[in-house]
């Protein structure tokens, strides 16, 4: 007889950050492409689903959609492109909640 596996959801790749961030898809890895107007220009930005999943937090947390955060993110940036500002700066902000800022 063959043995079955409960249906069980996947493990997150971490639970909350701070108690309010957090990554709970199963393939968090995956590249996704999203298309956003910033400063009056359309541009898509491939990030991984575990960054989109904490950008999106982080603009609910702080009232603003993802554009307006990105937006944000890309005036601040420097030679950075674009993709890469937005990594660092979850990354950033997640350190910031982990070390309780």
Do not use: Y
């Amino acid at each position: 007889m063959k043995k079955t596996l409960e249906n069980k959801q996947p493990e997150p790749l971490f639970r909350s950050i701070g108690s309010e961030l957090a990554v709970a898809d199963p393939d968090p890895g995956q590249m996704r492409k999203h298309s956003l107007v910033i400063a009056g220009h359309r541009t898509s930005i491939s990030l991984e689903t575990a960054f989109w999943d904490v950008l999106r937090e982080l603009a609910r947390q702080q009232g603003v959609t993802v554009a307006a955060l990105a937006a944000d993110i890309d005036r601040k940036r420097g030679a950075a492109n674009l993709s890469s500002a937005l990594r660092v700066h979850l990354l950033q902000v997640c350190r910031e909640k982990a070390a309780g800022k």
